[in-house]
């Protein structure tokens, strides 16, 4: 039986990627962790956003459309909201830091969850939700949120469909059981201990979403390894879905497949890691490149729009020392 802890990652599509690190970086706090191009699309950044070390489970990553970027269009066969977890008692923290970055945010509650629920400048659908799961990563030192309240790891997603069940027969086929209903969102989760486990599948009757910029391309699951991987190509078929062969992104191998309702879903292991090609404690500070593309280094960064992320250049204080 195939199994996944939860989400490895979600990536989406941005504008300017300076306003988008600013944002991650400076309202969310969390580290730029690698700076990199899109494999399939050179002349396209790929940012990964995540916790100190990019802990799998805790980067949303960004291909940023500039010139050409057309505005995505929201509707089924879309993710409609990214949610992370955040420490229990840090929603009022995080409220108050939102409105002082001009970021509109309200108060919702989900299956018996109170959660804030905003968009980044861009359109994305972004959730916090309080957790007493343990970490799984390690917080950044130089966030400028207190490590008391950074962000723990994602939470869940919620996909936007014409028809849940569709979705919900490949979610089972990966390991997920359904498990709660809250008016028209059916959740499904992996069982797994800490945060990033849950997918909930809410009805739509908006026409099919057009990707773009403000939209989430995909989302990753987490895999043990290469065999899980194998055993998931198995699973995906037995559902009538073609999944890719497994090909290697260098911190991490990944298999992809587009379900029935759209949403294309990735399947990536946990490993080797960001400190692959540059040492943890300069993650993201300078473009990188796989190997096959070092020949063409200087091309593709004439190519690459201007981007300058912020550098915070000190650790935030402990809310006790304020």
């Known amino acids: 039986m195939v199994e996944t802890d939860g989400i490895h990652h979600v990536t989406a599509i941005s504008g300017d990627p300076t306003r988008n690190a600013t944002f991650y970086i400076e309202t969310l706090g969390l580290r730029l962790v690698k700076r990199t191009v899109n494999h399939d699309d050179t002349h396209t950044y790929h940012l990964y956003f995540g916790d100190g070390e990019g802990t799998p489970g805790t980067n949303i990553t960004f291909f940023p459309w500039t010139d050409e970027g057309r505005p995505g269009e929201f509707g089924a066969g879309q993710t409609q909201y990214t949610a992370y977890a955040v420490p229990t008692g840090s929603?009022?923290?995080?409220?108050?830091?939102?409105?002082?970055?001009?970021?509109?945010?309200?108060?919702?509650?989900?299956f018996g969850e109170e959660r804030l629920r905003f968009a980044d400048p861009d359109g994305i659908g972004l959730e916090l939700v309080p957790t007493d799961a343990e970490r799984p990563g390690t917080p950044w030192a130089d966030s400028p949120v207190p490590a008391e309240h950074q962000l723990v790891a994602f939470a869940g997603v919620t996909l936007a469909l014409e028809d849940p069940s569709v979705t919900a027969e490949v979610l089972t086929a990966i390991g997920y059981e359904r498990v709660?209903?809250?008016?028209?969102?059916?959740?499904?989760?992996?069982?797994?201990?800490?945060?990033?486990?849950?997918?909930?599948?809410?009805?739509?009757?908006?026409?099919?979403?057009?990707?773009?910029?403000?939209?989430?391309?995909?989302?990753?699951?987490?895999?043990?390894?290469?065999?899980?991987?194998?055993?998931?190509?198995?699973?995906?078929?037995?559902?009538?879905?073609?999944?890719?062969?497994?090909?290697?992104?260098?911190?991490?191998?990944?298999?992809?497949?587009?379900?029935?309702?759209?949403?294309?879903?990735e399947f990536a292991t946990m490993g080797p890691g960001f400190d692959a090609d540059e040492p943890v404690e300069s993650l993201g500070e300078r473009l990188t490149l796989p190997e096959r593309l070092e020949g063409e280094r200087e091309e593709i960064e004439a190519a690459l729009p201007e981007f300058e992320p912020p550098r915070p250049s000190s650790t935030a204080p402990s809310s006790a020392d304020d």
């Open 180 to 265: 709660a209903t809250d008016g028209d969102a059916t959740r499904y989760d992996t069982g797994a201990e800490g945060p990033g486990t849950w997918v909930d599948l809410v009805e739509t009757d908006a026409p099919q979403g057009r990707m773009g910029v403000g939209t989430v391309h995909h989302v990753a699951f987490r895999m043990a390894d290469e065999a899980e991987q194998r055993a998931t190509q198995e699973a995906l078929a037995d559902v009538g879905l073609d999944a890719t062969e497994i090909i290697d992104r260098k911190y991490f191998k990944a298999i992809y497949a587009r379900e029935p309702e759209g949403v294309l879903f």
């Open 91 to 110: 929603l009022d923290y995080w409220a108050d830091r939102l409105a002082d970055h001009s970021v509109d945010a309200e108060r919702v509650t989900v």
